[in-house]
């Protein structure tokens, strides 16, 4: 099955500072999501985007699935921003979700 | 829409034992997947039902089941439990293609003692 690998494992910022996190896959893929799991565990989706870049306010992601990886970017991060960031994604004929380990991100006052 | 519901959100149980957890999709969806997530394995995938049909299975014993019901509400079951099974259980529900969004609810947060 297809391998997900993210990094950092883990990130501690200050509130106000921006971030980069990334996910390398292991082949090609037609479904690739980010989530947001808050401190209640509650998997929040971000972005679906299995190739080019999209935007939503503080937060943008762009994957290059030519090149098998996607980055989240996070600007101006806030302590609500706290949590842990999954990649997950999808391929071949069904959609049944490759989890990456996580990036677990501490935002700090 | 009113998004993923599942319930109950927290349980304590015995070793031994069985549990029942219930996921109710998003309105229209027809699929629903059900993960384990645990600190040292991560998030899992279990199965995945579409139009009442397991679609899709995970790697899990068989003490480990499920159900969908006609109205896409699906159940699953996990009998004698283990220490182990202690675990976040994620269900998330979508339209079923590959390329379609999946939408998490809550969690069951299961502890066996």
């Known amino acids: 099955g297809i391998q997900v690998e993210q990094s950092p494992p883990d990130l501690i910022l200050q509130e106000g500072a921006n971030s980069t996190l990334r996910c390398n896959f292991s082949d090609s893929v037609n479904n690739l999501q980010w989530f947001h799991q808050n401190p209640w565990g509650q998997l929040i989706n971000l972005f679906y985007?299995?190739?080019g870049t999209k935007q939503n306010g503080r937060l943008s992601a762009t994957t290059v699935a030519t090149e098998r990886y996607s980055l989240l970017y996070i600007s101006s991060s806030q302590t609500t921003d706290s949590g842990v960031y999954f990649c997950a994604v999808g391929g071949g004929g069904s959609y049944i979700p490759t989890f990456g380990r996580g990036t677990s991100l501490i935002v700090h006052p | 829409k009113a998004g993923v519901t599942q319930t109950p959100r927290y349980l304590i149980k015995t070793r031994g034992q069985q549990v029942t957890l219930s996921c109710s999709p998003i309105?229209?969806?027809?699929?629903v997947s059900w993960y384990q997530q645990t600190p040292g394995q991560g998030l899992q995938f279990l199965f995945e039902y579409f139009s009442e049909t397991q679609r899709n299975k995970g790697n899990f014993p068989g003490r480990f089941s499920g159900r969908q019901f006609s109205n896409s509400r699906s159940e699953m079951n996990v009998s004698t439990l283990e220490l182990g099974d202690s675990a976040l259980y994620l269900c998330?529900?979508?339209?079923?293609?590959?390329?379609?969004?999946?939408?998490f609810g809550p969690g069951t947060r299961l502890t066996v003692l």
């Open positions: 309105s229209g969806h027809r699929s």
């Open positions: 998330a529900s979508s339209n079923g293609g590959p390329r379609d969004t999946q939408y």
């Open positions: 985007i299995p190739s």
